[in-house]
Protein backbone atom coordinates (compact mmCIF):
# COMPACT_ATOMS: atom_id res chain seq x y z
CA UNK A 1 0.00 0.00 0.00
CA UNK A 2 1.66 3.42 -1.12
CA UNK A 3 0.24 6.86 -1.76
CA UNK A 4 0.76 10.22 0.26
CA UNK A 5 0.12 9.72 4.23
CA UNK A 6 -3.66 11.11 5.16
CA UNK A 7 -3.72 13.92 7.81
CA UNK A 8 -4.46 13.42 11.03
CA UNK A 9 -8.26 14.48 10.00
CA UNK A 10 -8.40 12.70 7.06
CA UNK A 11 -7.36 9.52 8.68
CA UNK A 12 -10.30 10.30 11.21
CA UNK A 13 -12.60 11.04 8.70
CA UNK A 14 -11.68 7.46 7.05
CA UNK A 15 -11.67 5.50 10.72
CA UNK A 16 -15.82 6.97 11.31
CA UNK A 17 -16.58 6.48 7.43
CA UNK A 18 -15.83 2.09 8.52
CA UNK A 19 -18.28 2.65 11.18
CA UNK A 20 -20.94 3.92 9.27
CA UNK A 21 -20.50 0.89 6.66
CA UNK A 22 -19.53 -1.96 8.67
CA UNK A 23 -20.60 -2.11 12.52
CA UNK A 24 -22.80 -3.64 14.18
CA UNK A 25 -25.62 -1.21 14.07
CA UNK A 26 -26.59 -2.33 11.06
CA UNK A 27 -26.83 -5.81 11.49
CA UNK A 28 -30.56 -7.16 11.11
CA UNK A 29 -30.27 -8.69 14.69
CA UNK A 30 -29.48 -5.76 16.11
CA UNK A 31 -32.65 -4.23 14.89
CA UNK A 32 -34.91 -7.53 16.20
CA UNK A 33 -33.17 -6.84 19.72
CA UNK A 34 -33.77 -2.83 20.05
CA UNK A 35 -37.19 -3.33 18.20
CA UNK A 36 -38.57 -6.04 20.57
CA UNK A 37 -38.71 -9.08 17.91
CA UNK A 38 -36.94 -11.43 19.98
CA UNK A 39 -38.41 -13.71 22.34
CA UNK A 40 -36.74 -14.13 25.64
CA UNK A 41 -34.99 -17.17 24.64
CA UNK A 42 -33.20 -15.14 21.76
CA UNK A 43 -32.03 -12.97 23.75
CA UNK A 44 -30.70 -15.61 25.74
CA UNK A 45 -28.47 -16.75 23.43
CA UNK A 46 -27.40 -13.26 22.82
CA UNK A 47 -26.37 -12.65 26.14
CA UNK A 48 -24.97 -15.78 26.23
CA UNK A 49 -22.67 -15.88 23.30
CA UNK A 50 -21.74 -12.10 24.33
CA UNK A 51 -20.93 -13.28 27.87
CA UNK A 52 -17.46 -14.98 26.19
CA UNK A 53 -16.64 -11.90 24.42
CA UNK A 54 -17.05 -9.83 27.99
CA UNK A 55 -14.78 -12.76 29.42
CA UNK A 56 -12.05 -12.29 26.92
CA UNK A 57 -11.73 -8.63 26.58
CA UNK A 58 -9.20 -8.14 29.70
CA UNK A 59 -7.52 -10.53 28.28
CA UNK A 60 -7.67 -8.70 24.81
CA UNK A 61 -6.38 -5.78 27.20
CA UNK A 62 -3.73 -7.72 28.51
CA UNK A 63 -2.20 -8.12 25.65
CA UNK A 64 -2.59 -4.94 23.72
CA UNK A 65 -0.39 -3.94 27.48
CA UNK A 66 2.07 -6.17 27.02
CA UNK A 67 2.99 -4.71 23.91
CA UNK A 68 2.92 -0.90 24.84
CA UNK A 69 6.18 0.46 25.66
CA UNK A 70 6.07 2.80 28.30
CA UNK A 71 5.10 2.88 31.64
CA UNK A 72 2.39 5.73 31.01
CA UNK A 73 0.62 4.28 27.90
CA UNK A 74 0.01 0.76 30.06
CA UNK A 75 -1.21 3.06 32.44
CA UNK A 76 -3.62 4.78 30.52
CA UNK A 77 -5.03 1.30 28.93
CA UNK A 78 -5.34 -0.35 32.49
CA UNK A 79 -7.99 1.62 33.65
CA UNK A 80 -9.57 -0.91 30.53
CA UNK A 81 -8.59 -3.81 33.19
CA UNK A 82 -9.86 -2.09 36.31
CA UNK A 83 -13.46 -1.67 34.17
CA UNK A 84 -14.17 -5.16 32.87
CA UNK A 85 -12.37 -6.81 35.70
CA UNK A 86 -13.38 -4.48 38.70
CA UNK A 87 -11.58 -3.51 41.78
CA UNK A 88 -13.15 -7.01 44.06
CA UNK A 89 -15.01 -9.64 44.03
CA UNK A 90 -18.31 -8.51 42.74
CA UNK A 91 -17.65 -5.68 40.62
CA UNK A 92 -16.76 -4.50 37.27
CA UNK A 93 -17.99 -5.60 33.95
CA UNK A 94 -17.87 -9.07 33.90
CA UNK A 95 -19.39 -9.02 37.25
CA UNK A 96 -22.44 -7.33 35.32
CA UNK A 97 -22.83 -9.03 32.18
CA UNK A 98 -23.12 -11.78 34.13
CA UNK A 99 -25.79 -9.88 36.10
CA UNK A 100 -27.71 -9.43 32.72
CA UNK A 101 -27.34 -12.82 31.80
CA UNK A 102 -28.91 -14.05 35.44
CA UNK A 103 -31.86 -11.50 34.76
CA UNK A 104 -33.01 -12.90 31.61
CA UNK A 105 -33.02 -16.60 33.21
CA UNK A 106 -29.64 -18.25 32.27
CA UNK A 107 -27.54 -20.41 34.98
CA UNK A 108 -24.50 -17.86 36.06
CA UNK A 109 -22.57 -21.51 35.77
CA UNK A 110 -23.46 -22.84 32.37
CA UNK A 111 -22.82 -18.75 31.02
CA UNK A 112 -19.77 -19.16 32.82
CA UNK A 113 -18.70 -22.54 31.76
CA UNK A 114 -19.21 -21.45 28.17
CA UNK A 115 -20.29 -24.69 27.33
CA UNK A 116 -23.51 -23.86 24.96
CA UNK A 117 -22.34 -20.93 23.00
CA UNK A 118 -21.90 -20.95 19.08
CA UNK A 119 -18.41 -22.51 17.61
CA UNK A 120 -18.83 -18.87 15.63
CA UNK A 121 -18.89 -16.48 19.04
CA UNK A 122 -15.67 -18.64 20.25
CA UNK A 123 -13.87 -17.97 16.83
CA UNK A 124 -14.64 -14.81 16.32
CA UNK A 125 -13.26 -13.64 19.60
CA UNK A 126 -10.67 -15.48 19.98
CA UNK A 127 -9.53 -13.88 16.52
CA UNK A 128 -9.80 -10.56 18.32
CA UNK A 129 -7.74 -11.92 21.35
CA UNK A 130 -5.16 -13.53 18.20
CA UNK A 131 -5.04 -10.21 16.64
CA UNK A 132 -4.08 -7.99 19.87
CA UNK A 133 -1.36 -10.45 20.80
CA UNK A 134 0.43 -10.96 17.46
CA UNK A 135 -0.05 -7.68 15.52
CA UNK A 136 1.85 -4.41 16.12
CA UNK A 137 0.78 -2.43 19.31
CA UNK A 138 -0.62 0.39 16.48
CA UNK A 139 -2.94 -1.99 14.75
CA UNK A 140 -3.91 -3.51 18.29
CA UNK A 141 -4.89 -0.25 19.77
CA UNK A 142 -6.58 0.35 16.69
CA UNK A 143 -9.19 -2.17 16.53
CA UNK A 144 -10.47 -1.44 19.80
CA UNK A 145 -11.55 1.98 18.23
CA UNK A 146 -15.19 0.36 17.32
CA UNK A 147 -15.54 2.46 20.45
CA UNK A 148 -15.99 5.24 18.60
CA UNK A 149 -19.37 4.02 17.47
CA UNK A 150 -20.61 2.17 20.77
CA UNK A 151 -22.81 5.19 22.78
CA UNK A 152 -25.04 5.28 19.94
CA UNK A 153 -25.81 1.57 20.02
CA UNK A 154 -25.80 1.07 23.40
CA UNK A 155 -28.55 4.14 23.51
CA UNK A 156 -30.52 2.70 20.71
CA UNK A 157 -30.23 -0.86 22.57
CA UNK A 158 -31.01 -0.20 25.73
CA UNK A 159 -34.44 2.34 25.53
CA UNK A 160 -35.40 -0.67 22.63
CA UNK A 161 -35.13 -3.17 25.27
CA UNK A 162 -36.48 -1.04 28.35
CA UNK A 163 -39.58 0.03 25.95
CA UNK A 164 -40.07 -3.00 24.38
CA UNK A 165 -39.58 -6.54 26.89
CA UNK A 166 -40.94 -6.62 30.26
CA UNK A 167 -38.63 -9.08 31.43
CA UNK A 168 -35.54 -6.30 31.39
CA UNK A 169 -35.36 -4.15 33.62
CA UNK A 170 -32.58 -1.07 34.41
CA UNK A 171 -30.89 -2.98 37.27
CA UNK A 172 -30.59 -5.78 34.24
CA UNK A 173 -29.33 -3.96 31.94
CA UNK A 174 -26.81 -1.78 34.48
CA UNK A 175 -23.54 -3.29 32.51
CA UNK A 176 -24.46 -0.55 29.79
CA UNK A 177 -24.23 2.77 31.98
CA UNK A 178 -20.65 2.83 32.80
CA UNK A 179 -19.70 1.79 29.49
CA UNK A 180 -21.11 5.83 28.37
CA UNK A 181 -18.81 7.48 29.85
CA UNK A 182 -15.95 4.50 29.75
CA UNK A 183 -16.13 4.29 26.50
CA UNK A 184 -15.63 7.78 24.92
CA UNK A 185 -12.78 8.25 27.56
CA UNK A 186 -11.25 4.89 26.01
CA UNK A 187 -11.54 6.07 22.48
CA UNK A 188 -10.53 9.46 23.20
CA UNK A 189 -6.88 7.99 24.20
CA UNK A 190 -7.08 5.47 21.16
CA UNK A 191 -8.18 7.86 18.84
CA UNK A 192 -5.45 10.14 19.11
CA UNK A 193 -2.63 7.58 19.79
CA UNK A 194 -3.23 6.09 16.36
CA UNK A 195 -3.81 9.67 14.51
CA UNK A 196 -0.14 10.52 16.28
CA UNK A 197 1.63 7.06 15.22
CA UNK A 198 -0.06 6.58 12.16
CA UNK A 199 2.61 8.56 10.45
CA UNK A 200 3.11 7.08 7.25
CA UNK A 201 0.66 5.40 4.36
CA UNK A 202 1.03 2.32 5.32
CA UNK A 203 0.52 2.60 8.51
CA UNK A 204 -2.41 4.53 8.78
CA UNK A 205 -3.99 1.52 6.08
CA UNK A 206 -2.84 -0.90 8.98
CA UNK A 207 -4.69 0.75 11.36
CA UNK A 208 -8.04 1.30 8.61
CA UNK A 209 -7.04 -2.50 8.41
CA UNK A 210 -7.70 -3.15 11.95
CA UNK A 211 -11.09 -1.37 12.57
CA UNK A 212 -12.67 -3.04 9.51
CA UNK A 213 -11.55 -6.52 11.15
CA UNK A 214 -12.76 -5.50 14.57
CA UNK A 215 -16.32 -4.70 13.00
CA UNK A 216 -16.10 -8.30 11.05
CA UNK A 217 -15.49 -9.66 14.42
CA UNK A 218 -18.40 -7.72 15.55
CA UNK A 219 -20.80 -8.67 12.35
CA UNK A 220 -19.95 -12.58 12.69
CA UNK A 221 -21.02 -12.43 16.00
CA UNK A 222 -24.54 -11.42 15.12
CA UNK A 223 -24.58 -13.44 11.97
CA UNK A 224 -24.00 -16.43 14.11
CA UNK A 225 -27.22 -15.36 16.54
CA UNK A 226 -29.11 -14.75 13.55
CA UNK A 227 -28.59 -17.96 11.75
CA UNK A 228 -28.93 -20.08 14.91
CA UNK A 229 -31.80 -18.48 16.74
CA UNK A 230 -33.73 -16.44 14.12
CA UNK A 231 -33.62 -17.60 10.70
CA UNK A 232 -33.38 -20.35 10.01
CA UNK A 233 -32.72 -20.95 13.06
CA UNK A 234 -30.38 -23.96 13.14
CA UNK A 235 -28.93 -24.71 16.15
CA UNK A 236 -25.01 -26.24 15.62
CA UNK A 237 -24.96 -29.71 17.57
CA UNK A 238 -23.75 -28.69 20.97
CA UNK A 239 -24.92 -25.09 21.31
CA UNK A 240 -27.65 -23.79 23.66
CA UNK A 241 -30.99 -24.44 22.77
CA UNK A 242 -33.69 -21.84 24.50
CA UNK A 243 -36.18 -23.95 26.72
CA UNK A 244 -39.67 -23.76 24.83
CA UNK A 245 -40.67 -21.85 27.94
CA UNK A 246 -38.24 -18.80 26.75
CA UNK A 247 -39.45 -19.35 23.38
CA UNK A 248 -42.62 -17.41 23.63
CA UNK A 249 -42.64 -13.88 22.44
CA UNK A 250 -43.40 -12.08 25.47
CA UNK A 251 -46.32 -9.45 25.08
CA UNK A 252 -46.04 -6.06 26.40
CA UNK A 253 -49.22 -6.14 28.17
CA UNK A 254 -49.98 -9.99 27.45
CA UNK A 255 -51.54 -12.60 29.83
CA UNK A 256 -48.09 -14.36 29.57
CA UNK A 257 -46.89 -11.85 32.47
CA UNK B 1 -12.34 -35.24 33.70
CA UNK B 2 -11.53 -38.63 35.53
CA UNK B 3 -12.85 -42.08 35.49
CA UNK B 4 -11.07 -45.17 34.33
CA UNK B 5 -8.83 -44.98 31.31
CA UNK B 6 -11.25 -46.29 27.53
CA UNK B 7 -9.74 -48.74 25.58
CA UNK B 8 -8.19 -48.03 22.46
CA UNK B 9 -11.50 -49.29 20.72
CA UNK B 10 -13.27 -47.64 23.16
CA UNK B 11 -11.50 -44.43 22.36
CA UNK B 12 -12.13 -45.18 18.43
CA UNK B 13 -15.50 -45.88 19.11
CA UNK B 14 -16.27 -42.32 20.87
CA UNK B 15 -14.27 -40.92 17.95
CA UNK B 16 -16.51 -42.48 15.55
CA UNK B 17 -19.63 -41.37 17.70
CA UNK B 18 -18.73 -37.75 17.22
CA UNK B 19 -18.67 -37.84 13.61
CA UNK B 20 -21.99 -39.51 13.19
CA UNK B 21 -23.40 -36.36 15.31
CA UNK B 22 -20.84 -33.32 14.20
CA UNK B 23 -19.67 -33.97 11.09
CA UNK B 24 -20.32 -31.49 7.99
CA UNK B 25 -21.81 -34.02 6.20
CA UNK B 26 -25.17 -33.40 8.47
CA UNK B 27 -25.23 -29.74 7.62
CA UNK B 28 -27.95 -28.18 5.44
CA UNK B 29 -25.45 -26.45 3.09
CA UNK B 30 -24.01 -29.88 2.24
CA UNK B 31 -26.90 -31.02 1.20
CA UNK B 32 -27.72 -28.54 -0.87
CA UNK B 33 -24.64 -28.49 -2.24
CA UNK B 34 -24.48 -32.22 -3.52
CA UNK B 35 -28.40 -32.12 -4.18
CA UNK B 36 -28.33 -29.91 -6.96
CA UNK B 37 -30.06 -26.98 -4.93
CA UNK B 38 -27.52 -24.63 -5.23
CA UNK B 39 -26.86 -21.93 -7.97
CA UNK B 40 -23.56 -21.23 -9.77
CA UNK B 41 -23.13 -18.14 -7.64
CA UNK B 42 -24.12 -20.28 -4.85
CA UNK B 43 -21.09 -23.21 -5.75
CA UNK B 44 -18.93 -19.94 -5.97
CA UNK B 45 -19.24 -18.35 -2.97
CA UNK B 46 -18.46 -22.25 -1.39
CA UNK B 47 -15.15 -22.99 -3.77
CA UNK B 48 -14.23 -18.82 -2.89
CA UNK B 49 -14.45 -19.60 1.15
CA UNK B 50 -12.79 -23.22 1.34
CA UNK B 51 -9.94 -21.99 -1.25
CA UNK B 52 -8.91 -20.06 2.28
CA UNK B 53 -9.47 -23.80 4.31
CA UNK B 54 -7.44 -25.30 1.98
CA UNK B 55 -4.74 -23.22 1.32
CA UNK B 56 -4.11 -22.84 5.82
CA UNK B 57 -4.06 -26.64 5.88
CA UNK B 58 -0.12 -27.01 5.15
CA UNK B 59 0.61 -23.96 7.58
CA UNK B 60 -1.92 -26.16 10.29
CA UNK B 61 0.21 -29.54 9.11
CA UNK B 62 3.64 -27.61 9.56
CA UNK B 63 2.80 -26.38 12.76
CA UNK B 64 1.94 -29.73 14.29
CA UNK B 65 5.30 -31.29 12.56
CA UNK B 66 7.21 -28.44 14.84
CA UNK B 67 5.38 -30.27 17.23
CA UNK B 68 6.28 -34.12 17.02
CA UNK B 69 9.71 -34.81 18.69
CA UNK B 70 11.06 -37.52 16.30
CA UNK B 71 12.06 -37.85 12.73
CA UNK B 72 9.74 -40.56 11.84
CA UNK B 73 6.92 -38.62 13.17
CA UNK B 74 7.77 -35.66 10.88
CA UNK B 75 8.33 -37.60 8.16
CA UNK B 76 4.87 -39.47 8.38
CA UNK B 77 3.58 -35.90 9.07
CA UNK B 78 5.38 -34.94 6.07
CA UNK B 79 3.09 -37.02 3.52
CA UNK B 80 0.42 -34.26 4.25
CA UNK B 81 2.88 -31.17 3.10
CA UNK B 82 3.51 -32.96 -0.41
CA UNK B 83 0.05 -33.51 -0.98
CA UNK B 84 -1.16 -29.86 -0.38
CA UNK B 85 2.03 -27.85 -1.36
CA UNK B 86 2.88 -30.37 -4.18
CA UNK B 87 6.30 -31.08 -5.93
CA UNK B 88 6.74 -28.36 -8.00
CA UNK B 89 4.63 -25.23 -9.46
CA UNK B 90 1.10 -25.93 -10.46
CA UNK B 91 0.88 -29.51 -8.80
CA UNK B 92 -0.89 -30.36 -5.04
CA UNK B 93 -4.51 -30.26 -3.35
CA UNK B 94 -4.12 -26.41 -3.34
CA UNK B 95 -3.74 -25.76 -7.46
CA UNK B 96 -6.12 -28.59 -7.64
CA UNK B 97 -8.04 -26.28 -5.44
CA UNK B 98 -7.95 -23.05 -7.62
CA UNK B 99 -8.78 -25.08 -10.64
CA UNK B 100 -12.06 -25.96 -9.27
CA UNK B 101 -12.83 -22.21 -8.07
CA UNK B 102 -11.49 -21.24 -11.94
CA UNK B 103 -13.84 -24.49 -13.15
CA UNK B 104 -16.91 -22.64 -12.04
CA UNK B 105 -16.47 -19.52 -12.97
CA UNK B 106 -14.05 -17.46 -10.05
CA UNK B 107 -10.89 -15.57 -11.27
CA UNK B 108 -7.58 -17.01 -10.06
CA UNK B 109 -6.08 -14.16 -8.65
CA UNK B 110 -9.60 -13.15 -6.54
CA UNK B 111 -9.33 -16.28 -5.45
CA UNK B 112 -6.02 -15.99 -3.85
CA UNK B 113 -5.95 -12.72 -2.61
CA UNK B 114 -9.28 -14.00 0.05
CA UNK B 115 -10.31 -10.60 -0.20
CA UNK B 116 -13.49 -11.72 -0.37
CA UNK B 117 -13.95 -14.56 1.94
CA UNK B 118 -16.66 -14.26 4.80
CA UNK B 119 -15.60 -13.29 8.36
CA UNK B 120 -16.35 -16.23 9.85
CA UNK B 121 -14.35 -18.68 7.50
CA UNK B 122 -11.38 -16.52 8.56
CA UNK B 123 -11.90 -16.72 11.98
CA UNK B 124 -12.68 -20.35 11.77
CA UNK B 125 -9.99 -21.56 10.06
CA UNK B 126 -7.68 -19.72 11.75
CA UNK B 127 -8.57 -20.72 14.98
CA UNK B 128 -7.84 -24.45 13.73
CA UNK B 129 -4.23 -23.25 12.46
CA UNK B 130 -4.09 -21.63 15.90
CA UNK B 131 -5.36 -24.73 17.61
CA UNK B 132 -2.47 -26.84 16.34
CA UNK B 133 -0.11 -24.23 17.23
CA UNK B 134 -1.01 -23.71 20.54
CA UNK B 135 -2.27 -27.32 22.03
CA UNK B 136 -0.47 -30.30 22.56
CA UNK B 137 1.02 -32.46 19.77
CA UNK B 138 -1.54 -34.85 20.64
CA UNK B 139 -4.82 -32.61 20.47
CA UNK B 140 -3.24 -31.12 17.24
CA UNK B 141 -3.03 -34.85 15.48
CA UNK B 142 -6.19 -35.71 17.02
CA UNK B 143 -8.14 -32.60 15.15
CA UNK B 144 -7.06 -34.20 12.01
CA UNK B 145 -9.37 -36.94 12.32
CA UNK B 146 -12.25 -35.53 10.49
CA UNK B 147 -10.69 -37.38 8.15
CA UNK B 148 -12.06 -40.62 9.36
CA UNK B 149 -15.07 -39.35 7.51
CA UNK B 150 -14.22 -37.25 4.53
CA UNK B 151 -14.46 -40.65 2.24
CA UNK B 152 -18.36 -40.86 2.42
CA UNK B 153 -18.53 -36.95 2.49
CA UNK B 154 -16.66 -36.91 -0.43
CA UNK B 155 -18.44 -39.14 -2.95
CA UNK B 156 -21.74 -38.02 -1.84
CA UNK B 157 -20.13 -34.71 -3.26
CA UNK B 158 -18.73 -35.49 -6.47
CA UNK B 159 -21.20 -37.70 -7.10
CA UNK B 160 -23.80 -35.17 -6.53
CA UNK B 161 -22.31 -32.28 -7.92
CA UNK B 162 -21.69 -34.24 -11.58
CA UNK B 163 -25.11 -35.64 -11.78
CA UNK B 164 -27.16 -32.29 -10.79
CA UNK B 165 -24.82 -29.03 -11.96
CA UNK B 166 -23.92 -29.21 -16.29
CA UNK B 167 -21.35 -26.81 -15.78
CA UNK B 168 -19.28 -29.11 -13.18
CA UNK B 169 -16.99 -31.56 -15.09
CA UNK B 170 -14.91 -34.48 -13.70
CA UNK B 171 -11.66 -32.27 -14.31
CA UNK B 172 -13.17 -29.22 -11.98
CA UNK B 173 -13.52 -31.53 -8.95
CA UNK B 174 -10.33 -33.51 -9.81
CA UNK B 175 -9.17 -31.88 -5.85
CA UNK B 176 -10.85 -34.88 -4.57
CA UNK B 177 -9.44 -37.95 -6.43
CA UNK B 178 -6.29 -37.96 -4.72
CA UNK B 179 -8.16 -37.56 -1.42
CA UNK B 180 -9.82 -40.75 -1.54
CA UNK B 181 -6.42 -42.49 -1.36
CA UNK B 182 -4.70 -39.74 1.04
CA UNK B 183 -7.40 -38.92 3.74
CA UNK B 184 -7.50 -42.98 4.67
CA UNK B 185 -3.69 -42.95 4.90
CA UNK B 186 -3.91 -40.43 7.08
CA UNK B 187 -6.15 -41.53 9.17
CA UNK B 188 -4.17 -45.00 9.68
CA UNK B 189 -1.82 -42.84 10.97
CA UNK B 190 -3.11 -40.45 13.03
CA UNK B 191 -5.46 -43.10 14.73
CA UNK B 192 -3.41 -45.08 15.80
CA UNK B 193 -1.48 -41.96 17.66
CA UNK B 194 -3.80 -41.04 19.03
CA UNK B 195 -4.62 -44.55 20.34
CA UNK B 196 -1.62 -44.99 21.26
CA UNK B 197 -0.43 -42.00 22.85
CA UNK B 198 -3.91 -40.73 24.87
CA UNK B 199 -3.33 -43.51 27.89
CA UNK B 200 -5.09 -41.64 30.58
CA UNK B 201 -8.38 -40.57 30.52
CA UNK B 202 -7.30 -36.68 30.51
CA UNK B 203 -5.62 -37.08 27.32
CA UNK B 204 -8.47 -39.36 25.93
CA UNK B 205 -11.21 -36.57 26.96
CA UNK B 206 -8.86 -33.89 25.13
CA UNK B 207 -8.41 -35.86 22.11
CA UNK B 208 -12.18 -36.58 21.96
CA UNK B 209 -12.95 -32.63 22.56
CA UNK B 210 -10.37 -31.72 19.90
CA UNK B 211 -11.92 -33.52 17.48
CA UNK B 212 -15.22 -31.89 18.28
CA UNK B 213 -13.19 -28.66 17.87
CA UNK B 214 -12.94 -29.71 14.30
CA UNK B 215 -16.17 -30.44 13.38
CA UNK B 216 -17.12 -27.32 14.92
CA UNK B 217 -14.56 -25.69 12.67
CA UNK B 218 -15.98 -27.42 9.39
CA UNK B 219 -19.51 -26.85 10.55
CA UNK B 220 -19.14 -23.02 11.30
CA UNK B 221 -17.76 -22.74 7.76
CA UNK B 222 -21.00 -24.06 6.05
CA UNK B 223 -23.17 -21.95 8.73
CA UNK B 224 -21.29 -18.89 7.47
CA UNK B 225 -22.13 -19.76 3.89
CA UNK B 226 -25.90 -20.72 4.67
CA UNK B 227 -26.66 -17.42 5.90
CA UNK B 228 -24.81 -15.27 3.67
CA UNK B 229 -25.88 -17.35 0.50
CA UNK B 230 -28.95 -19.10 0.98
CA UNK B 231 -31.15 -18.25 3.60
CA UNK B 232 -31.68 -15.68 4.60
CA UNK B 233 -28.61 -14.18 2.05
CA UNK B 234 -26.73 -11.73 4.40
CA UNK B 235 -23.81 -10.84 2.82
CA UNK B 236 -21.28 -9.28 5.35
CA UNK B 237 -20.19 -5.90 4.09
CA UNK B 238 -17.34 -6.55 1.83
CA UNK B 239 -17.65 -10.10 1.22
CA UNK B 240 -18.21 -11.56 -1.89
CA UNK B 241 -21.21 -11.02 -4.11
CA UNK B 242 -21.82 -13.79 -6.99
CA UNK B 243 -22.80 -11.99 -10.16
CA UNK B 244 -26.17 -12.03 -11.49
CA UNK B 245 -25.03 -14.11 -14.39
CA UNK B 246 -24.39 -16.47 -11.70
CA UNK B 247 -27.71 -16.52 -9.38
CA UNK B 248 -29.93 -17.84 -12.35
CA UNK B 249 -30.13 -21.72 -11.01
CA UNK B 250 -28.74 -23.60 -14.21
CA UNK B 251 -31.61 -25.98 -15.20
CA UNK B 252 -29.86 -29.27 -16.01
CA UNK B 253 -30.40 -28.88 -19.85
CA UNK B 254 -31.94 -25.73 -19.99
CA UNK B 255 -31.64 -22.59 -22.38
CA UNK B 256 -29.30 -21.29 -20.36
CA UNK B 257 -26.41 -23.81 -21.49
Redesign the interface.
Known amino acids: MSGAPLSPDELEARLRAIGA??YHN?H?FHKLLHGGRLTRGQIQAWALNRYYYQSRIPIKDAYVMARLPTAALRRAWRSRLVDHDGEADGTGGIERWLKLAEGVGLDRAYVESTDGI???T???V??YV?FARDRSPLEAVASSLTEMFSPGIIAERVQGMLANYDFITKDTLAYFTPRLTQAPRDVNFALAYVKQEARNREQQEAVLAAL?FK???L??QL??L???YV??A?V???AFVPDADASARPARAGAER
Chains 1, 2 share one sequence.
Open positions: ERLPLPTRFADANRCDVWSDGYLADPMPPG
